[in-house]
């Protein structure tokens, strides 16, 4: 394996789930454009064969604005600008490996919300473009030899 790609993910936002969702940006999904709490991504990846001597580098690509990832359970760090890359190659075992990313947005679009809702304090905000959130396009696993 070299490299692994994909852009399905398992998603819970506010209580509310999402399943086999395409990453993309929140503003474009009616549900999540003024979402502001953390979305929590969830993905099995299979590994037929783990190279010993080979290191395995999840890159989350974009990522709007900070991202915490598991692999099988086990926090691996955290990440608050780009690259969005982890070195998962402890993490990972033969077989299913579950991916965890936790994604925390900005307040932004909520504000923008409470403007459009008619909030006075956020007036200024009522005309403005949303903001990107969330997690958007694909993920790729390398394998470095």
């Known amino acids: 394996m070299d490299t692994y790609e994909n852009d399905t993910w398992d998603l819970e936002v506010a209580g509310n789930k999402y399943f086999a969702m395409k990453a993309q940006n929140w503003r474009e999904v009616d549900a999540l454009k003024y979402k502001d709490a953390p979305g ?42 780009a690259p969005y890359l982890f070195d998962i190659t402890s993490y990972l075992q033969q077989g299913e490996n579950l991916v965890d990313v936790t994604v925390r947005p900005s307040r932004y679009n909520s504000l923008v919300k409470r403007a459009i809702d008619g909030e006075n304090d956020y007036r200024s905000l009522k005309e403005s473009a949303l903001a990107s959130e969330g997690m958007v396009g694909k993920y790729i696993l390398y394998e470095q030899k």
């Open 40 to 81: 929590h991504y969830h993905m099995t990846m299979n590994i037929n064969k783990i190279n010993k001597k080979a290191h395995y580098y999840l890159d989350l690509g974009e990522v709007y604005y900070t991202a915490s990832l598991k692999v099988n359970g086990k926090e691996v760090g955290k990440r608050i600008w």
